[in-house]
């Protein structure tokens, strides 16, 4: 919604792009001082901030309004952006608490759940503000009204989430981290599609739907519907896939994800969007577990938040100017975003795809 607000107050994409940039370099130095206290503080301190800095970020979006806009647009992204430095803390909670023998299912179940609650949601607030509530004041209400409960996910944190200090951190003694060939491998993967998802980010969706085919926020809601569908396919049918197949499945999944990038660079209609997004995300949903439980089991529990966060250090810095790159992409042609990543998809498809092979010749 923060794009469209900006598109309907007269921005362009490629000023939309240029405008998240300077946001992600700004925020980077922060990431580094996350990197090494979150292994002494507790987990469960860093989600409270998550959902903290959310809230105060959507509501100082809402005050986007006149003179001032522009300077509370500038702050309400440097806070999101600054949040999404805790987001590896959620990642090492689920490296502590998930039990090892099931993690497969519960991570089909972590996606699962918010993709239902999304599709109806999307749906019913696509539809409020494509159709009933479609002015910029409407749209600064409802950022007001989505920063406030916050309040009581904050609330839910605490009370229900377990504090996760350094006292319930599972030791790992035996386990030596080391940068060896195959998290070398695993960081390359992590470069490629890091760049393949930014180079499309949702504002070239969202200039495609609206400025391209002059359609409203309901039917960038239907294509988003699409996605959740997609996911929530995917997560029974990777529940059923072996572990065995790890690479195969990753590699299959994100050739999904290049079809994607393929009908979205061929001026798609809508329909087609629809499809894409759904191919899309079905396949990003089908490696998701394979993928994270591979750099999972790369990683020591007792380590997990400083070397997770680390990674996410790493696709932060690979992903810096990418917004601007993308805005200008989208400028020149509004499907030109996804040709780039075609090729990013294709090229990680490959690589991991031929590593599964050389696998299995020498197993």
Known sequence: MLPMYMFMTDYTVLEVGIIFTPIHVLSIPVTYVVEKIFDKVAIR??????DGFDGISAILYGLAYGPIAPLMLFLGLIIEDITTIFYPLYQAAERILYPEGKIKEVFAWHIRLPEISQLIGFLILGYIFGYVFNTPYHYRLGFIAFGLTSVFTIMYLLKFLPKLGVEERISAESFVFRIDKEFKLILLVEALLTLAWSIAPEIVLLNYIVNVLELTLFEVMIVEA?????????????????QRRRFEAIAIGYALVSLWALIMSMNPSFILVVDAYFIARFGEVLAFPFYRSWIFSKIPKNKASSILSALSSYRRLIALISPAIAGLLASLRPTLPYLVSLVLFVTSSIIVFFYAYALRETH
Not at 45 to 50: A, E, K, R, T
Not at 226 to 241: D, F, P, R
């Open 45 to 50: 301190q860093g989600l409270v901030l998550i």
């Open 226 to 242: 699409a996605i959740y569908v997609g996911a929530i396919l995917a997560t029974y049918i990777s529940e059923k896939a072996s």
